[in-house]
């Protein structure tokens, strides 16, 4: 179990929403996640009719630069 603020709650719900849209390589070392496909994230922003929208994005991108350092180790 985790905790989320309510000041992050709305990127954390739009960062779900995007979790089958990374931008993976594939390479002899294996899978090497990129980072999330931002067109996507800006669409599900938008669907979910989320105002102040450069916040929310700039705190999925947050929330993105702290998971890739966790998949890219495994």
């Known amino acids: 179990m985790f905790h989320v603020h309510p ?4 990127a954390f719900k739009v960062f779900d929403a995007c979790r089958t849209q990374w931008r993976v390589s594939i390479g002899m070392g294996g899978a090497v996640y990129q980072g999330l496909d931002y067109a996507a994230v800006v669409a599900v922003i938008n669907a979910m009719g989320i105002k102040k929208a450069s916040r929310v994005f700039n705190q999925v991108r947050t929330i993105e630069y702290g998971a890739l350092s966790v998949i890219n180790e495994q």
């Not at 000041?7 to 709305?10: A, T």
Request: glycine letters at 0%.
């Open 7 to 10: 000041d992050n709650w709305k």
